[in-house]
């Protein structure tokens, strides 16, 4: 008896390409940026419950590995942003042939880069304290 050919799964035939990695990091931006809202609303809680809630919440805040983590944050909504007003793009119809795909993907890239990197820098280079 004969073997059939039996279709594969997708995943083991399609080569990887820029969109399935464009694709996948949108979506872990997007859980990354659900994690840093828990954060968010931490930090506006500790301000409504007062000054010694503020000042565990700024102490917290000022730890160099939180800072890096914030600072990984404003990178990861830049990415998730950025991608995101790509999608729109697509939906309206715009930018979907081949070239254009591949376009705005370096320009999403791009700009996360230098979006992300400013808000970073700007981020760790702010201590606190009166303006």
């Known amino acids: 008896m004969p073997m059939r050919s039996r279709p ?3 995943f083991l035939h399609y080569r990887w390409q820029y969109t399935n990695t464009l694709s996948i990091l949108h979506r872990v931006t997007g ?3 659900s994690v840093a809202f828990v954060f968010l609303v931490y930090l506006i809680a500790a301000v409504a ?3 010694q809630a503020f000042a565990r919440a700024a102490t917290l805040s000022a730890h160099p590995l ?3 983590l914030l600072a990984l944050m404003a990178i990861t909504f830049a ?3 950025c991608n995101g007003v790509r999608h729109l793009l697509w939906d309206a ?3 979907l042939e081949r070239s254009q795909a591949r376009r705005s993907a370096w320009i999403v890239v791009l700009a996360t ?3 992300g990197a400013t808000v970073a820098t700007i981020m760790l280079l702010h ?3 009166a303006a």
Do not use: Q
Request: no cysteine; aromatic share 4%.
């Open 8 to 10: 594969l799964s997708p």
């Open 31 to 33: 859980v990354g940026l």
């Open 49 to 51: 419950r007062g000054p």
């Open 66 to 68: 939180v800072r890096g």
């Open 79 to 81: 990415y998730h942003m």
């Open 93 to 95: 119809g715009l930018g």
């Open 113 to 115: 880069l230098i979006l």
């Open 127 to 129: 201590r606190g304290g």
